[in-house]
């Protein structure tokens, strides 16, 4: 049973042209992130939400934006791609707990920016 | 500053031999710690973590680590490899200034030879 779930899994975007990934999940996680990840180098966090409070990264570039309507789910918009976004985009989620406990990861989304 | 040091990029082993993937962390107070694995073209999967209590912590597919104070350590180990376990291991700790963040190790990649 998918309990992290990222849409679509590939995603081919132009230069400049604006691009929506989504996740959803169904742990009913109060947590969810955004990170992302360039040729297997460790994945770097962009934002994170506690339930409803955003909390933006402080090297996050302005072109990363995101929205949280419930608590499934999460979408990570990017106003305009640049060649360096291309990336696997990953969505993770956790319970509150003062990191005790472990993240959820999503399988990802590779977007290609041509 | 907290961190989390992988000192191997890779490291080879053959298949039914025991495997050990090293990690180190530099945090002040008691460290949360966490492996993640992750295959290509796949989200990171918890394996196991350390919060408090036994040294030694047993995870998911037979991988067990043991948690070091002394020397900061806490290193991933197998008694026998399998090919599938060929895949990309992270270590991460909990961002003790910021709540349910990780800050991850550079990973290493471990080859299972036959």
């Known amino acids: 049973d998918a309990m992290v779930i990222q849409n679509p899994r590939y995603q081919v975007t132009q230069f400049g042209k604006p691009v929506t990934l989504s996740c959803s999940q169904t742990l009913n996680h109060n947590v969810m992130y955004w990170y992302q990840q360039k040729s297997s180098q460790a994945p770097k966090l962009l934002f994170h939400y506690y339930d409803k409070d955003f909390n933006n990264e402080a090297d996050t570039p302005d072109n990363f934006q995101s929205r949280r309507p419930n608590t499934s789910f999460c979408f990570l918009d990017i106003r305009s791609p640049g060649l360096g976004d291309a990336a696997m985009y990953l969505c993770a989620t956790s319970r509150e707990q003062g990191g005790r406990n472990e993240q959820y990861f999503g399988p990802g989304t590779r977007l290609t920016v041509t | 500053a907290q961190s989390v040091a992988q000192p191997e990029d890779q490291v080879n082993v053959a298949e039914g031999n025991p495997l050990t993937v090293k990690c180190t962390y530099s945090?002040?107070?008691?460290?949360?710690l966490f492996w993640y694995v992750q295959y290509p073209n796949r989200g990171l999967q918890f394996l196991l973590k350390?919060?408090?209590?036994?040294?030694l912590v047993k995870g998911s597919y037979g991988f067990e680590a043991e948690f070091n104070k002394s020397q900061t350590s806490f290193h991933l180990k197998k008694p026998s490899a399998l090919v599938s376990d060929s895949a990309l291991y992270f270590c991460a700790v909990r961002d003790r200034g910021r709540g349910d963040k990780l800050i991850f190790g550079t990973g290493t990649r471990l080859q299972v030879f036959p």
């Open positions: 350390y919060i408090t209590g036994d040294n």
């Open positions: 945090v002040s107070g008691n460290p949360y």
